[in-house]
T-cell receptor, first 114, second 112 residues
Framework: NAGVMQNPRHLVRRRGQEARLRCSPM?????VYWYRQLPEEGLKFMVY????????ESGMPKERFSAEFPKEGPSILRIQQVVRGDSAAYFC????????????FGPGTRLTVT | GENVEQHPSTLSVQEGDSAVIKCTYS??????FPWYKQELGKRPQLIID?????GEKKDQRIAVTLNKTAKHFSLHITETQPEDSAVYFC???????????FGRGTSLIVHP
C-alpha cells in the first residue's frame, strides 16, 4: 500500500517562472492538505481539498497561488511568477475522511527560487 | 483560530537522559493533540497522539500528558538515544476543525 507521493522532490525555478507541485494521496484517501514549511519553522496550513472541491483555502496567499484536486490524477499546487520568498518545503498530507484527525505526510517538494 | 506555542526551541541532552517538550494551546474546544517527528530532510511522522478524554498515553519510551484545564500538553522521551535526534512538532486543531495548527518545533539533539 503506497504512501503519499509527491513530485518532484526538488524543484529549482528562476524568479518569475511557474512552479507546479504534485501530490498523490494514499490509496483510498480523498482528502488532501497542503502545508508550507520555511527553514526552521513549523508547518503552515495552506489549503484543504477534496476531489474536485476546495474546502478551505484560508492559509493560501490570495495572489499567485492556486490548488486543485481533479477527479482523476494528483492534486496540484501551482505557484505563478515565483519570488525568492516562495523558497520552502511544501508538504502534502492525505486523510481518509473529512472527520478524521489522521494525516499522513508525503516526502515534500523542496522549492528553490533563484 | 488556534494558537500553539512550543518550548523549548532547542533541547540538548546526553544519551540516556530524559527529554520533555511542552506545548500550550488557546482553543479550549480542541480535543486531539498529535506529536510529529521530523528527521532532517524527511517527512513529518506521527509518533504519538492523545485525545482529550485521557490525561496520559504511553508507547514504550514515549509518553504524552495532557492538562485540559491549563491547556497544555507535553511529550516525554525517556532513555534517549542518538536516533531520537530530530525536530519534534506538536499540533492542535481548532475546535470544530480537523485542520491542525502546528507549533514551531523543537530541535532535539541527543549526544552519545
Amino acid at each position: 500500500n503506497a504512501g503519499v507521493m509527491q513530485n518532484p522532490r526538488h524543484l529549482v525555478r528562476r524568479r518569475g517562472q511557474e512552479a507546479r507541485l504534485r501530490c498523490s494521496p494514499m490509496k483510498g484517501h480523498s482528502h488532501v492538505y497542503w502545508y508550507r514549511q520555511l527553514p526552521e519553522e513549523g508547518l503552515k496550513f495552506m489549503v484543504y481539498l477534496q476531489k474536485e472541491n476546495i474546502i478551505d483555502e484560508s492559509g493560501m496567499p490570495k495572489e499567485r497561488f492556486s490548488a486543485e484536486f481533479p477527479k482523476e490524477g494528483p492534486s496540484i499546487l501551482r505557484i505563478q511568477q515565483v519570488v525568492r520568498g516562495d523558497s520552502a518545503a511544501y508538504f502534502c498530507a492525505s486523510s481518509p475522511s473529512w472527520d478524521s484527525y489522521e494525516q499522513y505526510f508525503g516526502p515534500g517538494t523542496r522549492l528553490t527560487v533563484t | 483560530g488556534e494558537n500553539v506555542e512550543q518550548h523549548p526551541s532547542t533541547l540538548s541532552v546526553q544519551e540516556g537522559d530524559s527529554a520533555v517538550i511542552k506545548c500550550t494551546y488557546s482553543d479550549s474546544a480542541s480535543n486531539y493533540f498529535p506529536w510529529y517527528k521530523q528527521e532532517l530532510g524527511k517527512r513529518p511522522q506521527l509518533i504519538i497522539d492523545i485525545r482529550s478524554n485521557v490525561g496520559e498515553k504511553k508507547d514504550q519510551r514515549i509518553a504524552v500528558t495532557l492538562n485540559k484545564t491549563a491547556k497544555h500538553f507535553s511529550l516525554h522521551i525517556t532513555e534517549t538515544q542518538p536516533e531520537d535526534s530530530a525536530v519534534y512538532f506538536c499540533a492542535a486543531p481548532s475546535g470544530g476543525s480537523y485542520i491542525p495548527t502546528f507549533g514551531r518545533g523543537t530541535s532535539l539533539i541527543v549526544h552519545p
